[in-house]
Antibody, heavy 118, light 109 residues
Framework: QVQLVQSGAEVKKPGASVKVSCKASGYTFTDYFMHWVRQAPGQGLEWMGRINPNVGGTNYAQKFQDRVSMTRDTSISTAYMELSSLRSDDTALYYC???????????WGQGTLVTVSS | EIVLTQSPGTLSLSPGERVTLSCRASQTLSDNYLAWYQQKPGQAPRLLIY???SRATGIPDRFSGSGSGTDFTLTISRLEPEDFAVYYCQRYGSSPPVTFGGGTKVETK
């Protein structure tokens, strides 16, 4: 069965960067896009971007364009999301999610809580 | 960018009732690439419906999706106790960005 296991919670100071990992198993990693979605406390879902693990191509939401980077390591079936210049309003639960055929998000990681606080 | 507006924000209902949730797009989704998710407290979202009307694997048939163009609906034919949750619609496709609606909370009356 498909499993997406994310790295543990992080606490960062404003201005720092955070890198969250998402290890995939149970399917061919390079066959499906991986998306990143975040959810601030008590708020809705916000799409950050996606990566094509096969070729490494990315698409980012305009809001994060200048401070997010999504990468992957196909040798260990792991996707990464790095967010820089962190602010307090980046405090959120960050999810990776494997897409189906065209972007419906079929399988989700457990989420990684990133807390930004001085 | 396509904006999805969900209504109502909150629904207060009792088990056994029929539920209709709305998702309106700011532009026509000509491809009907519209999905619905359920999220319970402390859990990741779960895909219910994709392609506006196709149920995801393992989703009970009391959940159904309909609509086209700019107006989409998620219906729960008979509300079960485990269905109290927040529901999100999502626009997806080969051309990003992906967008989510603001969500509808279905709570116990």
């Amino acid at each position: 069965q498909v499993q997406l296991v994310q790295s543990g919670a992080e606490v960062k100071k404003p201005g720092a960067s955070v890198k969250v990992s998402c290890k995939a198993s149970g399917y061919t990693f390079t066959d499906y896009f991986m998306h990143w979605v975040r959810q601030a406390p008590g708020q809705g879902l916000e799409w950050m971007g996606r990566i094509n693990p096969n070729v490494g191509g990315t698409n980012y939401a305009q809001k994060f364009q200048d401070r997010v980077s999504m990468t992957r390591d196909t040798s260990i079936s792991t996707a990464y999301m790095e967010l820089s210049s962190l602010r307090s309003d980046d405090t959120a639960l960050y999810y990776c999610a494997k897409s189906g055929g065209l972007g419906e998000l079929v399988d989700w990681g457990q989420g990684t809580l990133v807390t930004v606080s001085s | 960018e396509i904006v999805l507006t969900q209504s109502p924000g909150t629904l207060s209902l009792s088990p056994g009732e029929r539920v209709t949730l709305s998702c309106r797009a700011s532009q026509t989704l000509s491809d009907n690439y519209l999905a619905w998710y359920q999220q319970k407290p402390g859990q990741a979202p779960r895909l219910l419906i994709y392609g506006a009307s196709s149920r995801a694997t393992g989703i009970p048939d009391r959940f159904s999706g309909s609509g086209s163009g700019t107006d989409f609906t998620l219906t729960i034919s008979r509300l079960e106790p485990e269905d109290f949750a927040v529901y999100y619609c999502q626009r997806y496709g080969s051309s990003p960005p992906v967008t989510f609606g603001g969500g509808t909370k279905v709570e116990t009356k």
